[in-house]
């Protein structure tokens, strides 16, 4: 009722400001301050109906409950210290999310999936994003037919990249052939981090889909007529192999009468921080990554910083800011209903979140960071996207751009997590992209980022 007596006394004020305005200008000339006056009028009474303590739509399909706390102060330039963002649906930046084939689409989600229901739960596990090098090197050696691995695959990289293979008489669907490698989990001993020595194929597969620091995967899948090395017959079959960056050990098996007598000494994962594990004789040999040394990479050989984290949980108001040309901006709830789907905070109380009921087409909106220190930079953020909306976590610096498509357009359900390593540069910044269409929204939280190596200070707020 309150919603609907100030619509209709806005449409009121509409009507007799609309009036009083042809009166003056027939007999006082054209007021600039009287219709500035007006506006000032409109505009008040437009904020207090969007403002309201509880709000419902026209058509009743959104309500909300809008949180206490310090209100965000609108950057009238980027985020306020010259930066402004990218749309990186419509601009050129958007040729790095390439739409994906089909196939390449389902080995993604597959992967993802897989690593969602690590059980114990990660802490560390990063999102994959699918990688057109790693798809190439995939492509090309799967071109070749052999069932071995490919141990040039590293060589055109700037890192150590892991590989799995996986071989059937008919073909396979990406679905399949991941959930045969995730599948290995059965034979592995969490609690001592280990694998059954009498396991058929080892666990070196489920522990490269599921490492938490592979972020970065390209696979591809062949028909060959004959297959090296698969069955001493080199019978005819489907050959899939998958790149992952930056990669855990090297681990071959085979869903076909092929055994596998020998225990590899790498499946237990013995080398730490990225580095890559071969196998001498019956011992595991680490490669460790730049910066890293000892038997298992366990040592840093330069001072490492303390990192620092910053937490933005919006409980306490914005702790980002929008965009000035946003179409509409990120406000504060305690909760949200659309479309039927109640939403709460992730943690805590409240959360930020930006909607659109009825609109042409799609807008865009925009929420912020200031200028980060030059420092290695870890993120990690929930989610929820309501209705047909995208959502893009975005990165810059003065030398690169960073863009990661974190949900496309389809309605998600629960709250997601996203983490991401970026690495350091000179101002940068990042930002949250969301595209809405009519009825859709788009939901952050418990946004965190760390700082480690800096090379200059940390901000006391983003």
């Known amino acids: ?43 008040y009474l437009k ?14 399909r959104i309500s909300f409950e809008p949180a206490e706390g310090k209100k965000n102060d609108k950057q009238t330039n980027g985020n ?16 790095n999310r390439r739409t994906l084939s089909t196939e390449a689409a389902e080995f993604l989600r597959v992967h993802n999936e897989k690593r969602r229901i690590v059980s114990p739960k990660a802490t560390n596990m990063r999102e994959m994003v699918w990688d057109e090098g790693l798809e190439t090197i995939a492509r090309n050696y799967a071109e070749k037919c052999d069932f071995n691995h490919n141990k040039l695959r590293s060589s055109s990289v700037g890192y150590y990249v892991g590989e799995n293979l996986y071989v059937s008489y008919g073909d396979i669907s990406p679905e399949a052939a991941v959930t045969a490698w995730d599948n290995e989990k059965n034979d592995y001993d969490f609690a001592n981090n280990v694998c059954d020595p009498n396991s058929k194929y080892g666990c070196g597969h489920y522990t490269q889909v599921t490492w938490a620091e592979s972020e970065k995967v390209g696979c591809a899948k062949k028909y060959c007529s ?56 019956d011992k595991a040999v680490c490669q460790c990554t730049s910066g890293w ?33 946003n179409y509409v901006d990120f406000n504060l709830y305690n909760s949200f209903t659309m479309n039927n789907v109640k939403i709460t905070a992730a943690e805590g109380s409240a959360f930020a979140a930006v909607y659109a009921s009825y609109v042409q087409g799609t807008v865009y909106s ?13 993120v990690s953020f929930k989610y929820r996207v309501i209705g ?6 975005v ?27 970026i690495p350091s540069g000179s101002g940068g910044f990042f930002y949250f992209e969301a595209a809405l269409t009519s009825y859709s929204l788009v939901v952050i939280d418990d946004v965190r980022y760390s700082y480690s190596n800096w090379k200059n200070d940390i901000p006391t707020e983003s």
Do not use: H
């Open 1 to 43: 009722m309150r919603g609907l007596l100030i619509l209709l006394t806005l449409g009121c004020l509409l009507e007799r400001g609309n009036t009083a305005y042809i009166q003056r200008k027939n007999t006082e000339g054209n007021s600039a301050t009287k219709v500035q006056e007006l506006r000032e009028l409109l505009d």
């Open 47 to 60: 904020k207090s109906f969007q403002e309201g303590k509880r709000n419902l739509d026209d058509d009743g």
């Open 80 to 95: 306020g210290e010259g930066q402004v963002p990218v749309n990186v649906f419509t601009s050129q930046l958007s040729m």
């Open 226 to 281: 004959s297959v090296n090395d698969f069955t001493t017959k080199n019978l005819p079959g489907y050959l899939v192999v998958c790149n992952y960056g930056p990669g855990l050990v090297e681990i071959l098996s085979v869903l076909s009468s092929k055994e596998t007598t020998t225990t590899n000494p790498c499946s237990t994962n013995p080398c730490k921080n990225g580095g890559s594990c071969s196998v001498d004789g």
């Open 293 to 325: 040394s000892g038997s298992t990479c366990e040592t840093y050989n330069t001072q490492v910083t303390t990192s620092v984290t910053i937490s933005c949980n919006f409980e306490i108001g914005f702790c980002l800011n929008n965009y000035a040309d």
């Open 366 to 378: 925009y929420l912020m960071s200031g200028t980060l220190p030059v420092a290695d930079l870890s």
């Open 388 to 393: 047909s909306a995208q959502l893009a976590f």
């Open 395 to 421: 990165y810059f610096t003065d030398e690169t751009s960073y863009v990661s498509s974190v949900v496309q357009t389809s309605g998600s359900n629960g709250w997601q997590d996203w983490t991401g390593n």
